[in-house]
């Protein structure tokens, strides 16, 4: 995230002006082995080096690097194992093995021509092993299968000693159940990821926009009320519609994997029965795919790259079903004052990843337990915008951190955030990201890592550690 690179050496920096680290890393180990990874990790803590361990760098909280520090570059772990018959206690089917470096496009490309699908998010140059699945990680299938956390099977990880292990229901089910959403880089180094694969199979979709060219301000508002209101009853049919708002416009996308087109039609017929009524013109399409891959594909892609920037300052809430059912209104007005300025767009996720969607139970995995009540991740964002001097970007973070967060977590004060969809400056970060968790990470982060080796913003142990002003970490007093 370019905040996190502090401006000094980036594709936009001016070529008149010096180019320096700022709070890049000082060395990287591209690693490609397990063993490049025990000795680095190894190194750093024989020298008391400040470490970083760096996927893809999707991260909006500034734990992908560290100033003056050496990096672990997992970037290149990046090979694929699809395994039709494993074998674990817990579970017997087919499975992906990849590494941690893999990028989702890839895993999905694998899946598809071995005849599967595998969870992962809607932007596909995320690394699905790195914090994405070890942060929790939400997909379009979460509505079928949980969220990604809740698939996997085992982990390959280097612990802080060095030592190169496994990590299973069955093997260090501990350090298992920490890797499996108690947030990365805290625990180890994951090489790689085994999680399961599920059956190809025509998949159902739609869009619908509709805007303010034909429409007052009050009545688009209303009739996103109406749309996020009656969401519910899709979703539960193993649906996930995404909807993105600007002050002017909103356009929905619906993943519906188990659902035709007809279905789909008819679980949106309150919807577009409500903007005939109203007079606002709309687009609305439904298709269906011969599978989730070329779904995929039509509304997320073209692969690898995909449709999303991710240079933006970002804030988001997980939103109980009972306080959409309660408080739909003040959630609105809500979205309609983080817009107003242009400046902010609003992004809701309608999914259900309940314990009964993922077949699991509570003790399982080391998920925020907010996101088995959910029925919206909202996320409120500003695309980062180079040509503007830096301190209007200060002044919208300040913004977000001030006003437009505590905003979003004022509308369900007892629920929880997804931590790597956050705002970097969260109030309430270890309370939010991991909930009732908090106790038991921490123990086994003290188990694992009993220096304290692994360090991050935010993260589990990262008060172990004070950043002094120049960007080194010191013990705090």
């Not at 093997?171 to 298992?176: E, I, K, P, T, V």
């Not at 955030?417 to 969260?426: D, G, L, V």
Request: charged share 15%.
């Amino acid at each position: 995230m370019p905040w996190f690179q502090n401006g000094t050496c980036d594709p936009f920096h001016p070529e008149t002006l010096t180019c320096t680290l700022g709070n890049l890393v000082e060395y990287s180990i591209n690693a490609t082995s397990a063993a490049h990874v025990a000795a680095g990790l190894k190194f750093a803590q024989s020298k008391n080096i400040r470490l970083a361990i760096k996927n893809t760098g999707h991260d909006f909280l500034g734990r992908s690097t560290a100033k003056y520090g050496l990096g672990i570059w997992t970037h290149n772990l990046n090979a694929i194992d699809i395994n039709l018959h494993y074998n674990g206690t817990t579970y017997k089917g087919p499975a992906i093995k990849i590494g941690s470096g893999t990028q989702a496009a890839a895993a999905y490309e694998a899946a598809h021509a071995a005849g599967y699908r595998v969870l992962g998010g809607t932007c596909p140059t995320v690394g699905l092993a790195g914090g994405y699945t070890q942060g929790g990680g939400h997909s379009a299938l979460s509505s079928l299968y949980g969220l990604s956390a809740d698939n996997v099977l085992e982990w390959e990880v280097v612990t802080a000693d060095g030592s190169i292990t496994i990590a299973s229901p069955a093997h260090n089910s501990d350090l298992y159940w920490a890797l499996s959403g108690g947030g990365g880089g805290s625990y180890g180094t994951v090489i790689s990821m085994t999680s399961k694969m599920y059956p190809e199979s025509p998949t159902g979709g739609a869009t619908l926009s509709f805007n303010t060219s034909s429409a007052t301000s009050n009545s688009f508002w209303n009739a996103i009320a109406v749309l996020q209101g009656g969401v519910t009853p899709i979703v539960d049919a193993g649906a996930v519609v995404l909807y993105q708002m600007s002050n002017k416009s909103i356009t929905a996308f619906v993943t519906a994997p188990s659902l035709t087109r007809t279905q789909i039609t008819n679980y949106f017929e309150y919807m577009t029965d409500h903007l005939i009524s109203s007079k606002i013109p709309y687009t609305f399409t439904t298709t269906t795919d011969s599978t989730y891959f070329d779904h995929f594909s039509r509304y997320y892609g073209p692969l690898p790259n995909g449709i999303y920037e991710v240079s933006h300052l970002i804030g988001s809430r997980l939103i109980p079903r009972s306080v959409v059912a309660a408080r739909n209104q003040a959630i609105i007005s809500t979205y309609r004052d983080i817009t107003a300025s242009g400046d902010w767009s609003v992004v809701s996720i309608a999914l259900n990843a309940s314990h009964a969607t993922a077949r699991n139970s509570p003790a399982a995995n080391a998920v925020l337990p907010a996101w088995r009540d959910a029925l919206l991740h909202t996320l409120a964002f500003s695309p980062w915008d180079w040509d503007a001097p830096i301190s209007t970007m200060q002044s919208r973070e300040r913004l977000l951190s001030e006003i437009i967060n505590p905003a979003l977590v004022n509308l369900a004060p007892g629920s929880g955030t997804y931590m790597n969809e956050a705002n970097f400056n969260q109030s309430d970060a270890e309370e939010a990201f991991f909930g009732r968790n908090l106790g038991r990470l921490r123990s086994i982060k003290k188990k694992y890592d009993p220096f304290d080796l692994f360090y991050a913003p935010t993260a589990i142990g990262s008060e172990a550690w004070v950043p002094d002003t120049s960007g080194r970490l010191c013990r705090p007093m």
